[in-house]
């Protein structure tokens, strides 16, 4: 189950005051908590491909090298997409004879090579982009809802979401997607793997009917209550049917809360900054594990964590091999799930093509900071509000490769103590992490950047089944130009 810019302290087990989050709360209390869980980037398109990669977004290709250390993702203009080579999970579940199904946002790519049944998946429904709209079809086409391989509709005439209000009713559709296919496959007695990729989280922020004003928080709070709800009707229906101890779910986020959307953003918590920044905001995640049976109830693990690291676990769990002719750098949690062992890894925080920072036990080095560019804090875009430390929440690309910033993470979570360069507890630690940074950079083979190229003819004009519904729209003569990435 993976949310849209939900942040970490979005949850009332972690912490949030409201406490309007009963399912995810009962989850983890028959479960295990980890607070310590990673995306593998500030940002939803490269942090949904290295979870379905086990790669980080540099190694499969999502990143862009028009400008250095900028955010890029996949619009409907965009050109790129998960590249063919890179070996997906629901292709290494497909081979173990595994049915999957997709329900929510791909985000890997609009354009039909990169759709998810040509990448091992075997249902979808949902859409290839975010929900934004609505748009005229003439200068931007609506972004079309698919049901597997055709396109059944497109959002704000088909599916409908009231930017006045805040209504729809996707939520609900998509909690019906789950526990049908969910039916479907007990019946069949058909092992299976459910990506609940549902987007009510993510601007324009939405909610059913029955749930808008329902929470304390406006209407961001009344979507985190909704998703909250279809959590745990997703869970009671494994139960009512006999498999719940035979099913691990993982609940997560891709990536923190988008500060910058104010009261339509999420919380981090005690964490600095949010989305689109490798602050802890912006890549640590609210993230819970369940398995009765296999994972013992009411636990906390401090295990470093990785979206990446369930390419490998679910893999290794079904009984699959992970590929060898490619670094994978998500690792197996089987033994930190069931016995709380401690595995000793890194984490690296990557924003576009660059290494910003990484993290070793409770030690993070940044070696370069950046928030978003002075000219756009001055319009009011600001991905740390409140937040402004200086020296580390910079409008420049700050290089500290010299002398990187350092924080402990237990005893600062929210990075505004650096450690002084000159102590011991400085030279003790730093060159353990810039042993394990430079191993990385010397094993570091780069994907072909997937997200330098845009094009408004590949935009979702006339996708596949639009004859079908008569929803296709005129395709304009290719004009490629480089994509232009602000953040």
């Known amino acids: 189950m993976l949310m849209d810019d939900m942040g970490w302290g979005d949850l009332g087990v972690y912490g949030e005051p409201s406490k309007e989050t009963p399912n995810l709360d009962w989850m983890a209390s028959q479960g295990m908590l980890l607070p310590d869980f990673y995306s593998a980037n500030p940002l939803c398109s490269p942090s949904r491909a290295a979870l379905m990669s086990g790669r980080l977004p540099i190694r499969n290709g999502f990143y862009t090298t028009n400008d250095h250390a900028r955010n890029a993702y996949t619009p409907q203009d965009i050109m790129g997409g998960i590249p063919s080579n890179e070996i997906l999970l629901p292709e290494n579940l497909q081979k173990l004879g595994y049915r999957s199904k997709i329900i929510g946002k791909w985000h890997l790519g ?44 497109r959002y704000y005439e088909d599916y409908l979401i009231d930017h006045k209000t805040g209504e729809s009713n996707l939520t ?211 991905f740390c509000p409140g937040e402004e430390i200086d020296g580390v929440t910079t409008h420049e690309q700050v290089n500290n490769t010299a002398e990187p910033l350092l924080f402990h993470l237990g005893k600062d979570p929210g990075e505004k103590y650096m450690i002084k360069s000159t102590s011991v507890e400085y030279k003790g630690v730093m060159p353990q992490i810039l042993k394990i940074v430079a191993e990385h950079r010397s094993q570091l083979v780069k994907g072909e950047p997937q997200l330098n190229m845009c094009d408004s003819s590949v935009m979702n004009w006339a996708p596949p089944g639009c004859e079908k519904i008569n929803k296709c729209l005129p395709v304009p003569k290719s004009n490629p130009s480089k994509c232009v990435w602000v953040h």
Request: hydrophobic share 35%; charged share 20%; net charge negative.
């Open 110 to 153: 609009q354009q039909p090579q990169y759709h998810p049944l040509v990448h091992g998946f075997d249902e979808w429904f949902g859409a290839p982009n975010c929900h934004f709209g609505p748009f005229d079809n003439k200068r931007t086409p609506n972004i079309p809802v698919y049901r597997d391989t055709d396109m059944i509709g």
């Open 172 to 382: 609900q559709i998509f909690i019906r997607e789950a526990t049908t296919f969910i039916e479907k496959q007990a019946a069949q007695k058909q092992p299976f793997f459910l990506y609940w990729a549902v987007d009510a989280t993510h601007e324009p922020v939405y909610a059913s009917r029955d749930f808008l004003g329902s929470s304390q928080r406006g209407l961001y709070g009344d979507a985190v209550r909704e998703l909250d709800y279809g959590v745990g009707q997703i869970l009671q229906k494994v139960k009512d049917l006999g498999l719940v101890n035979n099913t691990m779910t993982i609940f997560s986020s891709d990536n923190g809360g988008a500060t910058y959307a104010k009261e339509m953003g999420g919380s981090n918590g005690p964490f600095l900054c949010g989305k689109q920044t490798t602050f802890e905001g912006g890549m640590r995640e609210p993230t819970i594990a369940y398995w009765p049976g296999k994972i013992p109830a009411g636990v906390v693990s401090h295990q470093l964590g990785s979206l990446m690291d369930l390419y490998t676990t679910f893999t290794t769990l079904a009984g699959g091999s992970i590929p060898t002719d490619r670094v994978v750098d998500g690792i197996d949690l089987t033994q930190a799930l069931f016995k709380q062992t401690i595995i000793d890894r890194p984490i690296f925080y990557y924003r576009g093509d660059e290494l910003m920072a990484a993290r070793w036990q409770q030690y993070k080095a940044h070696f370069w900071t950046w928030t978003n560019s002075q000219d756009e804090f001055d319009k009011g875009v600001n």
